[in-house]
């Protein structure tokens, strides 16, 4: 599942060809997303504008187009956004747009839990209001993230996991943050210490930052027609370890159920 630093990196790997482009038309395949705006909506709104910039919020893709309409993609679990040359449409694109010089951005989604929302002018973007504070904003603070835990008994993991506080930490970055931050992922939220906020707080920009870069080299996968490539060749060294020798003190790596996801974590380096 695209986290925070996948669809940042899609984002820079978009903007450079597709800003400044209109968006021609927009062809829908047979099977719908489950969230998605009516063909109609879509064909009305987005054709003969020009893309003025394109953002990130969150997991979303926020497409700003001329005269004020906004175009909202969510990858969902298995989307993926496919730039190219002319695509035919196969089982699982949903939806192809054209733009101009020939370009097409093809959406393909095997499970459909992706989004395709299209906004008029002035129209309120009510996806994003569920969207927490960015983990790189200035409003993100140890103090912030004190403030909001306070009282809060359920399990680190599960308050990093939640979009609504701190905006794109997805399941296997979040293990990483707490391995490196050496917090232990039952820890009620409520019971961190401000030193202990702000080490999780460092490694969760740092352990981005260093994925975004990463994924920067493998940007044209995702842009290619074919579309190759899951997560970036990040070394992991909890997630999907269950059983190895920790990198860090060799003691077996371990795993925990929480809210339905598997959490990795050292028992000796996250006491
Ligand atoms: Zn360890």
Same mark, same amino acid.
């Given at each position: 599942?695209?986290?925070?630093?996948?669809?940042?990196?899609?984002?820079?790997?978009?903007?450079?060809?597709?800003?400044?482009?209109?968006?021609?038309?927009?062809?829908?395949?047979?099977?719908?997303?489950?969230?998605?705006?009516?063909?109609?909506?879509?064909?009305?709104?987005?054709?003969?504008?020009?893309? $003025?910039?394109?953002? /990130?919020? %969150?997991?979303? &893709? =926020? +497409?700003?187009?001329?005269?004020?309409? #906004?175009? *909202?993609?969510?990858?969902?679990?298995?989307?993926?956004?496919?730039?190219?040359?002319?695509?035919?449409?196969?089982?699982?694109?949903?939806?192809?747009?054209?733009?101009?010089?020939?370009?097409?951005?093809?959406? $393909?989604?095997?499970? /459909?839990? %992706?989004?395709? &929302? =299209? +906004?008029?002018?002035?129209?309120?973007? #009510?996806? *994003?209001?569920?969207?927490?504070?960015?983990?790189?904003?200035?409003?993100?603070?140890?103090?912030?993230?004190?403030?909001?835990?306070?009282?809060?008994?359920?399990?680190?993991?599960?308050?990093?996991?939640?979009?609504?506080?701190?905006?794109?930490? %997805?399941?296997?970055?979040?293990?990483?943050?707490?391995?490196?931050?050496?917090?232990?992922?039952?820890?009620?939220?409520?019971?961190?210490?401000?030193?202990?906020?702000?080490?999780?707080?460092?490694?969760?920009?740092?352990?981005?930052?260093?994925?975004?870069?990463?994924?920067?080299?493998?940007?044209?996968?995702?842009?290619?027609?074919?579309?190759?490539?899951?997560?970036?060749?990040?070394?992991?060294?909890?997630?999907?370890?269950?059983?190895?020798?920790?990198?860090?003190?060799?003691?077996?790596?371990?795993?925990?159920?929480?809210?339905?996801?598997?959490?990795?974590?050292?028992?000796?380096?996250?006491?």
């Amino acid at each position: 599942m695209p986290e925070l630093p996948e669809v940042e990196v899609i984002r820079r790997g978009l903007a450079p060809r597709l800003l400044g482009r209109r968006f021609l038309s927009v062809k829908m395949g047979k099977k719908r997303l489950r969230q998605a705006s009516e063909p109609q909506h879509l064909t009305r709104w987005l054709p003969g504008r020009r893309l $003025e910039r394109l953002q /990130r919020r %969150g997991k979303y &893709l =926020v +497409f700003r187009l001329e005269g004020g309409v #906004t175009l *909202l993609i969510h990858l969902g679990m298995t989307g993926r956004l496919l730039l190219g040359a002319p695509v035919h449409h196969e089982p699982h694109v949903h939806l192809i747009f054209t733009l101009e010089g020939g370009l097409t951005l093809a959406f $393909e989604d095997v499970r /459909r839990f %992706g989004q395709v &929302l =299209v +906004f008029t002018p002035g129209e309120p973007l #009510t996806p *994003l209001k569920q969207v927490g504070r960015e983990p790189f904003s200035r409003r993100v603070t140890p103090e912030w993230l004190v403030e909001v835990s306070r009282g809060r008994r359920r399990p680190l993991k599960n308050f990093l996991l939640d979009g609504r506080i701190l905006a794109g930490l %997805g399941n296997i970055y979040a293990c990483e943050v707490m391995f490196a931050a050496g917090v232990h992922p039952a820890t009620p939220a409520g019971a961190l210490e401000l030193d202990e906020w702000d080490r999780v707080l460092q490694e969760t920009r740092r352990i981005l930052k260093r994925a975004i870069r990463q994924g920067g080299t493998t940007v044209n996968n995702y842009l290619n027609s074919r579309g190759e490539t899951g997560l970036f060749q990040v070394e992991l060294m909890v997630y999907g370890r269950e059983g190895e020798p920790c990198r860090r003190c060799g003691s077996a790596i371990q795993r925990l159920v929480q809210a339905g996801r598997s959490t990795f974590f050292c028992p000796q380096c996250q006491p």
